[in-house]
């Protein structure tokens, strides 16, 4: 009968019980007592009987086998680390170690008396031969045989990034040379600006109707209302002098006025030997200009010319700032400083500055975070930057650079107006100038803040960020 059916008919024996002289609760605890030792003697009558059984049968098989049993039971142990992983059986931790242990002695039994054995000594190499084979599991892990794979595959990737980087070192100039990439990066603008100007004044005499398609092509080529009406009234003196025969003569008699308007902001920027201490350079903008990788391209140039650079990650706001700034200082083989996201813009620039001082750097890069040039505070915090700079580094920042993004237009007026108010702007980098028909931009805000221009860029590579040249541009140009 099995035990839960007798467990269950001890209950229903209890509670059919006829009542007897002694309260309930004596005659339910004599019940539990009699169930719990009913439960014992099963315990005991059930699990160890197996346990004991398998180890009598373990000591049997042992004290039974004879030499001429040595060979069969090395070739089953042999077969056995074969046959073992297979079944999954549900056993306890224990029980396998126990289980396992006996089975490596057997085949060490027959390497005691193989020196003894003389007329078998031609059988032994056999259990010599199955003494290796349960090695196999300790020969399975060794399966990281695809380890020099990945060896392999992560050698290539690191020579690619070597050859990228050397590279990017060396085409400082693109190959098919600036003037032609800036004519291809300001072919937008030349399609809005130049070609439509060209119409106009094909040959054509100069007259009412040739002014007024004139204002309106400079107009939206976004060379800003002022510079526009300058040019303007500056074209109207000279068409009632009778300066302008035709068409053709006005088209390079404008494109002489914009080029003088350009040459005065022509200021490629350099880095004096004889300054004392780093050279510092502080990099604002708004979000979106591509400031981050123009200072990777700036650090690269200068590199090239055999200066030290160190980079201030200050730009702690937006998201994956510092990695980027940490991928070009890789590139360039520039130092840089930084801090965990969210700190202190100002605290980093301190800790920048102090950095290049005690190594002797050449240059300092800081990186500020972009911030819209309407938000009070913000700017607050750029000042703060720079007041830090000065203090700990005599006549720094010497270069404030705002970064432009041609893209935006007659904004970018406003946005040179604002930071230049705030902090002294020293310098301007026009960038983004092939992705827009705007280029005019450049011309408008030389002309209203007369703020010198130190590189432009027109495409993503290295040598795409250029020293400004105004005749360079306005040979492109038109």
Known sequence: MDWQTMMAGLESWLWSAPYLDVPNYAWIASGLGLLVAVL??????????????????????????????????????????????????????????ERTVPEPPPPEEPMVPEPSAKAEATERPAPETCTPEPEPEEAVPPEPVPVPAPTAEAAPLEEEEEVEEEEEEIELVPP?????????????????????LSSILSGAKVDEDTMEELEEVLMTSDLGVK????????????????????GDRLREWLRDEIEGILKKV?????????????????????????????????????????????????????????????????RSGAHIIKHQEGADPAAVAYDAVHAAQARGTDVVIIDTAGRLHTK?????????????????????PHETILVLDAT???????????????????GLIMTKLDGTAKGGIIVAVSDEFNIPIRFIGVGEKIYDLQPFKADEFVSALF
Do not use: H
């Open 176 to 196: 098919e040379g600036w003037i032609s990439r800036l004519r291809s990066g300001l072919s937008k603008t030349q399609e809005k600006f130049t070609k439509r």
């Open 40 to 97: 014992y003697l099963i315990l005991v009558f059930t699990a160890p009987p197996e346990e004991m059984e398998e180890e009598a049968a373990a000591a049997s098989e042992t004290k039974a086998r004879g030499p001429a049993e040595d060979e069969e039971t090395a070739g089953e142990a042999a077969a056995k680390p074969e046959k073992a992983p297979p079944p999954p059986e549900p056993r306890l931790e224990e029980e396998e170690k």
């Open 227 to 246: 510079t526009c009406m300058k040019l303007l009234e500056k074209m109207e003196e000279e068409v009632e002098r009778g300066a302008m025969e035709n």
């Open 408 to 426: 935006t237009g007659q904004n970018a007026l406003q946005q040179a107006k604002s930071f230049n108010e705030a902090l002294e702007i020293n």
């Open 266 to 330: 022509e200021a490629p920027l350099t880095v004096p030997d004889d300054i004392e201490g780093p050279f510092v350079i502080m990099v604002t903008g708004v979000n979106g200009t591509g400031k981050t990788t123009t200072i990777g391209k700036l650090a690269m140039r200068f590199k090239k010319e055999g200066k030290s650079v160190l980079i201030g990650a200050a730009d702690t706001f937006r998201a994956a700032a510092i990695e980027q700034l940490e991928i070009w200082a890789k």
């Open 376 to 396: 009070v505070n913000l700017m607050e915090e750029l000042k703060k930057v720079k007041r830090i700079t000065a203090r700990e580094a005599p006549g720094a």
